[in-house]
Every structure is written in C-alpha cells, then in structure tokens.
C-alpha cells in the first residue's frame, strides 16, 4: 500500500495546458482502469473529477481529462483558468477492496 | 441533494479513544459503499477504510488494521469511526467519504482528530 508517486507541483500560464503524472505499479494502476482525480481547495473538501481512468462525472468540464499508459496514469487541464489553481490528487483501486493515493500536486496559474 | 455531515473529532491524548459520526442524507444510504479518508495537517489524503452496504464486509489500510474499526447502522443513516491506541500519527483531518463504483464520489467537510498530550 505504498502511495502514488506524483510530481509536487506544476504550472501553466492562462489558455495553455498542463498534464499531472500519477506513478504506481501493476498492483494498483498498471492492474485496473479504477484510478480517479480529485481537486481540492485550500480549505476544501476534495472533489472528483475523473473516475476509470477517463470519465468525467457531470458538471466537470471537459477541459479536464484522463488517460493511462501502463502504470503511469495523467490527468490535462486544457484552456488553463484562473479557478484551476488548486490540489490535484490521483487515486488508485489497489485489490482486496483497498485503494491508494498519490500524494498531490499544486497547480498554479501563472 | 447527496449530504453527508461529519461529527466526534476533537483532542484526544496519545493511547486515547475517540468514535467519528457521519450522518448522511439526501440518498439511499443503505445501498452504497462508505469509506473514511483522512488528511494529516498539510500532508496527501490517505484512504483509511471501507464497508459494503449490508455492514459484513470492512477493508483497512494496512497502518490502522486492529486500532480503527469502521461501521454502519443502516437504519439511522449513519457511519461510524471507532478509534483506538491512538498515536500522533493519527491526527488528521477525517472525511467520511461516499464510494462511487470504485473511486469516491461524494466527500463530507471533515472532523479533525489530534492526538497529543
């Protein structure tokens, strides 16, 4: 159960894009389509935004998106704004009915 | 509207015993999966534990399994967090958390546990 590895921080400029890795092995995102994206404010309950790998819960925008190559899955913010400052958590089914998170990046809007 | 409302948290000394309450309304809770995720002061989220519907099936993070018991009662909405041989390394932010299919979908606001003397 040892924890995702993601980068501790990126950021991006107003309209561009930017991709969050989310490092595991094959027991948890290499063996599954279950990683999830959580955001959360400073203060805030965290939010999801993606689920199996790619799904977009309603009333996400689909600025936001998710894929998975092996055991390394990413989360893209496209059209950066503003309001996507934030804490970006990926989250892993692990087996056994357990789960595994990475540890969060900030992303900061230049 | 999907509500889930977090209470119990509070200081308690190091070997101590603390009982987290989330009640939830607003859906039909005894058809979903629960779970306790935490969030140590400034640190990542680390789940804690789940249950299946029915209450008979409970899943722990390996660094719990022994001290922190999760539960449901089914009839008052509500589940439960019971905390035991608390250590430092306990003291966190608490949410009680709504599964999705496999990820967490609905998230309350958090109860904060510290443990210290």
């Known amino acids: 159960q040892s924890a995702l590895t993601q980068p501790p921080s990126a950021s991006g400029s107003p309209g561009q894009s930017v991709t969050i890795s989310c490092t595991g092995t094959?027991?948890?995102?290499?063996?599954?389509?279950?990683v999830s994206w959580y955001q959360q404010y400073p203060g805030k309950a965290p939010k999801l935004i993606i689920f199996?790998?790619?799904e977009r819960p309603s009333g996400v925008p689909d600025r936001f998106s998710g894929s998975k190559s092996g055991n390394t899955a990413s989360l893209t913010v496209s059209g950066l704004r503003a309001e996507d400052e934030a804490d970006y958590y990926c989250?892993?089914?692990?087996?056994?009915?357990?789960?595994?998170f990475g540890g969060g990046t900030k992303v900061t809007v230049l | 509207e999907m509500q889930v409302v977090e209470s119990g948290g509070g200081l308690v000394q190091p070997g101590g015993s603390l009982r987290l309450s989330c009640a939830a309304s607003?859906?039909?809770?005894?058809?979903?999966?629960m779970a306790w995720v935490r969030q140590a002061p400034g640190k990542g989220l680390e789940w804690v534990a789940n249950?299946?519907?029915?209450?008979?099936?409970?899943h722990y993070v390996d660094s719990v399994k022994g001290r922190l018991t999760i539960s449901r009662d089914n009839a008052k909405n509500s589940l439960f967090l019971q905390m035991n041989s608390l250590t430092a390394e306990d003291t966190a932010l608490y949410y009680c958390?709504?599964?999705?299919?496999?990820?967490?979908?609905?998230w309350g606001q958090g109860t904060l546990v510290t443990v210290s003397s």
């Open positions: 958390v709504i599964h999705g299919a496999w990820n967490f979908g609905y």
């Open positions: 607003g859906f039909t809770f005894n058809t979903h999966w």
């Open positions: 249950i299946n519907p029915d209450g008979d099936k409970t």
């Open positions: 094959s027991s948890d995102v290499g063996g599954y389509k279950y």
């Open positions: 199996d790998v790619s």
């Open positions: 989250s892993s089914f692990a087996g056994s009915k357990s789960y595994v």
